[in-house]
């Protein structure tokens, strides 16, 4: 092969190589926030999904006393879930009644804590194996607990802040 077309491939190859090595690149600089959710006690991750600044999600649930929707809505801060509102349908017991936060009645009668603003390195929920029917809400989603989760099983929720190439590379670990 003559030096010309040595060079020629080497130039070929060249802008391809550079672009991917970019992409790759901003992949991991850019950070994200994600929602981590793991098995208590083995720390076996269940799930990650991505969480778009000042988004909340939500856990929803079937108060176990009352058997009325109740639900816990949280953002994602400086690596910290943060608590920003609950809201329930009926008052009694195991539901708030001191009205140290802000306080509203929603539109379907619904009552709604909010402004919470209550910090926490992690959240832990059990799955319901009765009736509690827990959801996890992120974004337009609903996902069952069960649909990730075994009856009675404990799940931490946490928040990371992490590259866009990580949250890929865990998310296809997950769904393997």
């Not at 856990?59 to 400086?78: C, F, L």
């Not at 943060?82 to 936060?101: D, T």
């Not at 209550?118 to 069952?144: C, D, L, Q, S, W």
């Given at each position: ?8 491939v ?27 959710v ?20 939500g ?20 690596n ?25 009645i ?42 990730f ?28």
């Open positions: 092969m003559s030096e010309k077309n040595k060079e020629g080497g130039r070929k190859f060249f802008l391809p190589i550079l672009f991917i090595i970019g992409i790759f690149l901003v992949l991991s600089l850019v950070k994200i926030d994600v929602i981590v793991r098995d208590y006690f083995d720390k076996d991750v269940k799930r990650i999904d991505y969480l778009k600044k000042k988004e909340m999600f856990i929803v649930y079937t108060h176990s006393v009352q058997r009325t929707e109740t639900s816990e809505w949280y953002e994602a801060r400086d910290m879930l943060i608590l920003m509102e609950e809201r329930y349908h009926s008052q009694g017991a195991g539901l708030p009644v001191n009205l140290i936060y802000k306080f509203k929603d539109d379907d009668g619904g009552f709604v804590l909010y402004d919470m603003n209550e910090p926490f390195e992690n959240v832990i929920y059990r799955t319901g194996a009765v009736r509690a029917n827990h959801k996890y809400v992120i974004g337009k989603k609903e996902i069952p607990f069960t649909d989760s075994k009856p009675r099983e404990a799940l931490e929720f946490s928040t990371e802040n992490i590259s866009i190439l990580n949250y890929a590379l865990r998310r296809c670990q997950i769904e393997r």
